[in-house]
């Protein structure tokens, strides 16, 4: 089974395909530069990549024994809006019983479902893209309040700048990525070179 985990750099193929994964010369709307540029929605608009990532990653989830003994009673959560197709694909692959998503309202992250403590099974907090790991951070805090344990967490692809564990779990990935991000144009070395920039939206 864990043979049909594609590699790291198949799965950069892939995004590279769908246009997911791009390199060039980009400003983020928080001024830092960077080579390159992950959009991973366009990776899931493609109905069978977005299967193929999911069910990768599922795999990483399944062999974990302390994880396969607790399906079905198992809730996928995405921290985030670009999680959801992740954690749907997750679940499909893993047969888990629930599925929740959070979402950033007015500077707080929240739950979109009405939930009450007692509700949600052990979790799998799944997402696209991990930078930072804030979110994972916030959404895990928020899961912990509700009295439910987490015991697994994955991204489709991680960035190593961003912590390998939450809490005790192992953060899964199938791409660990290195990258370079200049804070801003002083010391970014493609605005050394002249290379033209292009402005992202997130
Ligand atoms: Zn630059």
Redesign the pocket.
């Known amino acids: 089974m864990v043979d049909l985990i594609p590699s790291p750099d198949t799965v950069m193929q892939m995004l590279k395909r769908t246009g997911a994964f791009r390199e060039g010369?980009f400003?983020y709307p928080n001024g830092k530069?960077s080579p390159h540029y992950f959009q991973m929605p366009l990776a899931f608009r493609y109905y069978d990549t977005a299967r193929v990532l999911a069910v990768a990653l599922s795999r990483k989830f399944r062999v974990d024994r302390d994880i396969s003994s607790q399906l079905p009673r198992v809730s996928i959560i995405s921290p985030s809006s670009g999680g959801i197709p992740v954690a749907f694909g997750v679940r499909d692959a893993l047969s888990a019983e629930q599925i929740y998503w959070a979402e950033q309202e007015s500077d707080q992250r929240r739950f979109r479902q009405y939930i009450n403590e007692g509700e949600v099974n052990p979790c799998i907090m799944v997402d696209d893209i991990i930078r930072s790991g804030n979110a994972i951070d916030e959404t895990s805090a928020l899961v912990k309040e509700l009295g439910a344990p987490i015991i697994g967490c994955g991204a489709i692809v991680r960035f190593t700048s961003a912590p390998e564990k939450l809490g005790d779990v192992p953060i899964r990935s199938l791409v660990d990525f290195d990258a370079h991000m200049?804070d801003s144009?002083d010391d970014?070395s493609?605005?050394k070179k002249g290379v033209p920039?292009e402005t992202v939206r997130f």
Request: charged letters at 10%; aromatic letters at 12%; hydrophobic letters at 20%.
């Open positions: 010369h400003v530069h200049y144009g970014c493609d605005c920039i």
